[in-house]
């Protein structure tokens, strides 16, 4: 009968220190509302054929940056291509003919990720365009050694709603699993192995 009561114990911790299924979970699609600049952030304005006028621009404490021949252009609480589309209205309101503007978002510093649990370096850490997850904890110095690769949670918060997502980083990194996408604002937790 001990042997039994052993067994049924055994089978039944195996059990559930096991990996959490995998959430189905977004895909790298675009985020509008991720993206409306703040003071701090960079950003890279291109003009097609006018290399003196395209480069990095940071907000400035005013919402705003200085651009050749047109001046002030606000970007506080504007998203790349409403920025976009000022400059390229206002350059091709007497100074180019049908500009090509392009604006890249380099750093969203107004806009942080936090990493937290069973890494190395638990930190926050600007957003920038395009950030995975495995990006994300390579940045905080990777998994310690009692990491839970494949149980690591995200939190999100979407019109005040959260939503969380158990992400298989470990199959990430061997390719069997799709990547995880970060958003502006994300929590990322590595919990801890409980053997």
Same mark, same amino acid.
């Given at each position: 009968?001990?042997?039994?009561?052993?067994?049924?114990?055994?089978?039944?911790?195996?059990?559930?220190?096991?990996?959490?299924?995998?959430?189905?979970?977004?895909?790298?699609?675009?985020?509008?509302?991720?993206?409306?600049?703040?003071?701090?952030?960079?950003?890279? $304005?291109?003009?097609?054929?006018?290399?003196?006028? &395209?480069?990095?621009? =940071? @907000? %400035?404490?005013?919402? *705003?940056?200085? !651009?050749?021949?047109?001046?002030?252009?606000?970007?506080?609480?504007?998203?790349?291509?409403?920025?976009?589309?000022?400059?390229?209205?206002?350059?091709?309101?007497?100074?180019?003919?049908?500009?090509?503007?392009?604006?890249? $978002?380099?750093?969203?510093?107004?806009?942080?990720? &936090?990493?937290?649990? =069973? @890494? %190395?370096?638990?930190? *926050?850490?600007? !957003?920038?365009?395009?950030?995975?997850?495995?990006?994300?904890?390579?940045?905080?110095?990777?998994?310690?050694?009692?990491?839970?690769?494949?149980?690591?949670?995200?939190?999100?918060?979407?019109?005040?709603?959260?939503?969380?997502?158990?992400?298989?980083?470990?199959?990430?990194?061997?390719?069997?699993?799709?990547?995880?996408?970060?958003?502006?604002?994300?929590?990322?937790?590595?919990?801890?192995?409980?053997?």
């Amino acid at each position: 009968m001990r042997i039994l009561n052993f067994i049924v114990l055994v089978v039944l911790f195996t059990m559930g220190c096991g990996d959490p299924p995998a959430s189905e979970y977004p895909t790298q699609e675009a985020h509008t509302g991720d993206a409306t600049f703040a003071p701090g952030d960079t950003f890279e $304005v291109r003009i097609y054929r006018q290399e003196d006028m &395209s480069g990095a621009y =940071e @907000v %400035s404490g005013e919402g *705003t940056i200085s !651009f050749p021949l047109i001046g002030i252009v606000e970007a506080k609480g504007k998203t790349p291509s409403q920025v976009e589309r000022e400059i390229h209205d206002r350059l091709a309101d007497g100074y180019l003919k049908n500009p090509n503007v392009s604006v890249l $978002v380099k750093e969203l510093k107004s806009k942080s990720v &936090s990493v937290l649990g =069973e @890494v %190395s370096k638990p930190v *926050t850490l600007v !957003f920038a365009d395009g950030m995975t997850i495995v990006d994300v904890i390579a940045r905080a110095g990777g998994f310690t050694a009692m990491a839970r690769k494949n149980a690591v949670t995200v939190t999100r918060t979407t019109d005040q709603k959260k939503t969380r997502y158990t992400v298989p980083v470990a199959d990430i990194g061997n390719g069997k699993a799709d990547n995880f996408f970060i958003r502006p604002g994300d929590v990322i937790n590595i919990p801890r192995r409980v053997w």
